[in-house]
């Protein structure tokens, strides 16, 4: 799950990347990014690999939230992440976090999830 607050803020995913890649062509290990590839998205537009915080982001509850589709497991459980525009705050956590987990809290904030949060350098687990 990705969370993001503040406007302008964008990353792109690699989610079908390669551990240990020793290739310097970065465009060997980019997958395009569909929409379709994520079960929710909140406040976040898709394009390729790029996703971009499009919410108001005035409050505290204004977060964006993408989630992918499929899980992580044991034979896929390697991303990458690139924080392309910071945004103006750099609001930006990355995490995981439950299939039913709210839209409007960043992850790492609420019960079944844990995350790093670029802001503070932290990372954030709730499991109560």
């Not at 079960?39 to 790029?50: I, S």
Request: charge should be negative; aromatic fraction near 8%; proline fraction near 3%.
């Amino acid at each position: 799950a990705v969370g993001m607050h503040s406007l302008g803020e964008e990353v792109r995913l690699h989610l079908h990347a390669e551990l240990g890649s020793e290739e310097e062509d970065d465009s060997i290990m980019m997958v395009d990014s569909y929409e379709d590839e994520w079960g929710r998205l909140h406040d976040v537009k898709v394009c390729g690999t790029l996703l971009e915080y499009i919410g108001k982001g005035k409050s505290i509850i204004d977060v964006g939230l993408a989630q992918a589709r499929q899980p992580l497991s044991t034979r896929s459980h390697y991303f990458e992440v690139e924080i392309v525009d910071p945004g103006e705050k750099c609001y930006i956590a990355l995490g995981l976090a439950r299939k039913d987990y709210p839209k409007n809290r960043h992850p790492g904030w609420s019960r079944g999830s844990v995350a790093y949060h670029a802001d503070s350098y932290m990372n954030w687990l709730q499991h109560h």
